[in-house]
């Protein structure tokens, strides 16, 4: 039977990230995307001036109340933007009606990147995305969020093995389990994430390093590696998948491209198809 993940995620109208990414690739892994949106906006927020902002948090609690009389069961969690700090009690509440012992709640704490909060978000949002780390079964930074949720000074450029190792201790005694830490360059040529699980093992998963900062890759990384996790790879095989599907994604994608609008996933996505994959 055809497996389901409820992605928790805003509705950019416009830039691929966030819904409009995580529903067609999670489908394309033969997994059923519900979706229970956060905000609608006319595009993201990184580089657009004057977007339309809606934010959901009722609506998310009516759409709950709903589900219950259905008896749903979910196969997966994989949340991502969330456009209010109070959303963030909603989101636990979520968690606490589907989650069990055979599937993942899989945490994106979406905030902030480069070093920089994302113009809409404050400390004390920060402090509020914190109270989710006990129930990650798998969270999904990157470098500048693993930062801000451990009061850790950020660095920019090239990070050292420690350094990283450090920030995946802290968030774990926070209440983590997995950690999969994305934007890890150990070296000029390499970037990638750390998958790091609860027992303690690390894995390494590295691509070479392309140029340009395209927006919306964390989701596209975010949705390949809940699918894959949802249909039973194990943490450093679907980090792989999430690396690999990444990587070809930029290079589908022209370099004189506008990197607002993301990179074209979709070829990726084609070409998987022609290739039978
Ligand atoms: O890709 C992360 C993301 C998702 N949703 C919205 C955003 C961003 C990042 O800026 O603004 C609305």
Redesign the pocket.
Known sequence: MTKNIVAV??I?CVGR??STVALPIISAYGIECRLLPT?L?ST???GFTNFTYLDLTDEMRNIIQAWQELNLHMDGIYS??MASAEQIDVLKDLIGIYKDANNLAIIDP?MADHGEL?S?FDMHFVEKMGELLPYADVLLPNITEACLLTGTPYQEGVQSEAFIEMLIEKLQARGAKNVVLTGVMLDEKYIGAAAARSTGQIDYVLAEKLPGAY??T??IFGSVLSAELTNGKTLAAATREAVDFVVKSIKNTPKSADKRYGVEFEQTLKSKRKQGQ
Do not use: I
């Open positions: 995620h805003d950019s990230c966030s905000a906006l993201h927020t990184g991502g933007f979406v994302y809409v927006h919306g964390g989701d």
